[in-house]
């Protein structure tokens, strides 16, 4: 069975650009999670979506959205790069029994941004 | 490989000792823990998790101790292995949601 599988591997943008991020989940998880890895703030957990909804939300600003599709492929977008957003962006997914995740999460090899 | 962490505590061990990785986490509503090993380049796997009605569970080489009186979780890695060097993740959950808050991290580093 394939992993998680996410592109870019590594990007490198401008201040002020914007960037698309995607993300691939294992085959039948239905639930994909974004996390923000940086040095000084550790894991932070961006946003979790389950069928395409947007079911959980950590504290960032709007500049960070993201959507999933049917086929339970997920994108963030981080629009107005500022040098803060320089980090790992690790997407993780998720099986589950009636709509309640199981636990587990398998991650990505994550998408590495450099904000210049 | 990357840097996953600058500032990270650090446990230096030398090969084939046990390495013993503590963490304390901060919600006493939390009923799920899970660790997790994050290897140089990779994004963190699972390695064993525990639910808060039981206080010690084992997996090959690894045992997870929970003490929900001090809120704190450890991880034991028995007969420690080059191999085993990566950052270690204690990760928490509340009420079933399964989005879990993850700890800093420790780096563990296995010396031959």
């Known amino acids: 069975k394939a992993g998680v599988t996410q592109t870019p591997r590594y990007l490198i943008k401008t201040r002020g650009q914007q960037v698309t991020l995607s993300c691939s989940p294992i085959?039948?998880?239905?639930?994909v999670s974004w996390y923000q890895q940086t040095p000084g703030q550790g894991l932070q957990f961006l946003f979790e979506?389950?069928?395409?909804?947007?079911?959980n939300k950590g504290n960032f600003p709007g500049r960070f959205s993201g959507r999933q599709f049917s086929n339970s492929r997920s994108e963030m977008n981080v629009s107005t790069l500022e040098l803060g957003d320089s980090a790992l962006y690790l997407c993780a997914s998720s099986s589950a029994v009636s709509g309640v995740n199981t636990g587990e999460l398998f991650f990505g090899e994550g998408s590495r941004l450099t904000v210049l | 490989g990357e840097s996953v962490g600058l500032h990270l505590p650090t446990l230096s061990v030398q090969e084939g000792d046990n390495s013993i990785i503590n963490c304390a986490y901060s919600?006493?509503?939390?009923?799920?823990f899970i660790w997790y090993k994050q290897e140089s380049g990779k994004g963190p796997q699972f390695i064993i998790d525990i639910r808060s009605n039981m206080d010690k569970r084992q997996g090959q080489r690894v045992t997870v101790l929970l003490n929900k009186t001090v809120k704190h979780l450890s991880l034991q890695i028995a007969a420690t292995q080059p191999g085993d060097s990566a950052v270690y993740f204690c990760a928490e959950n509340i009420g079933g949601s399964y989005i879990p808050t993850f700890g800093r991290g420790t780096s563990l580093i296995v010396h031959p």
């Open positions: 919600n006493s509503a939390s009923d799920y």
């Open positions: 979506y389950f069928s395409e909804t947007q079911r």
């Open positions: 085959s039948g998880h239905r639930s």
